[in-house]
Nanobody
């Protein structure tokens, strides 16, 4: 099973960006999916997740109101729409998911770099 993120790039403050993450492999089910981010010297930070049961979404205070997480169940994908980007949003963004193969396990993507700078 692999999680592959894409969409990271250099943007200016105030602009928008959409990250994608697709899970591939022998998958029998996907539970929660989420996004984290990390900057050098800091711990990985949870920013958003989408809970399968009830289709509930959750956001950290740092991104609430600016970022939107969504899923495409047919594609085993999760997306992060990021609006009104700020320089402090600069980080490597990671996708996370609980996936059922022969058992439930937690998986991480390799990360995609988002740089917000003028």
């Amino acid at each position: 099973v692999q999680l592959v993120e894409s969409g990271g790039e250099l943007v200016q403050p105030g602009e928008s960006l959409r990250l994608s993450c697709v899970a591939s492999g022998t998958i029998f089910g996907i539970n929660n999916m989420g996004w984290y981010r990390q900057t050098p010297g800091k711990q990985r930070e949870w920013i958003a997740d989408i809970i399968t049961s009830g289709m509930r979404t959750n956001y950290s205070e740092a991104v609430k109101g600016r970022f939107t997480i969504s899923r495409d169940y047919s594609k085993n994908a999760v997306y992060l729409q990021m609006n009104s980007l700020k320089p402090e949003d600069t980080a490597v963004y990671y996708c996370n998911a609980r996936i059922l193969t022969t058992r439930w396990d937690e998986y991480w993507g390799q990360g995609t770099l988002v740089t917000v700078s003028s």
